[in-house]
């Protein structure tokens, strides 16, 4: 979700069916690793496009505190994954505070992990969520930490 011209996934990953949900129609045209694309404003209509338990994962990458709606873009996530499907969010420190939520622009890194963790919590779908810090150079470099939960059985 929040897809845009890259999906963040190494130049030498052949996924299967890879699609893309994003706003911007020409940066979805140019990402040359999604199969397919749909456009739409997740805040303006935070439902999904998608069937029930269609998709084996989901990424989000530094994006997450960009939906003003994210408790029923979560609700939407645990929808449309499979039972034992996974979603990954990729999330840093950096953003543009003019489209980020309040709270997050109020918060520090380890808060955002657990708000992050809370949307997953929330939605009823998924299993407790984890995290790791991959942040190229911990203390030097800006931080890069991946929340991922995987959806409950049914």
Known sequence: ICSSWVSHFPPEWKGGNVVGLGMNE????????????????????PTFPYEDNSFD?????????????????????????????????????????????????????????????????FSGFFEPPSCDDISPNPGRSDPLFIVKAKRSAE
Not at 33 to 44: E, G, M, T, W
Request: proline share 4%; net charge positive; with cysteine.
């Open 57 to 121: 994962r989901i990424t989000c990458v530094v994006s997450v505190d960009y939906l003003n709606k994210p408790q029923e873009i979560f609700n939407e996530i645990g929808r449309v994954l499979r039972p034992g499907g996974e979603c990954m969010l990729a999330m840093s420190n950096r953003c543009f505070p003019t489209k980020a939520f309040r709270i997050w622009l109020q918060t520090n890194d380890m808060e955002h992990i657990f708000i992050a963790g809370s949307f997953f919590h």
């Open 26 to 45: 020409y940066e979805l045209s140019q990402n040359k690793q999604l199969s397919s694309y749909n456009v739409k404003d997740l805040n303006k209509d």
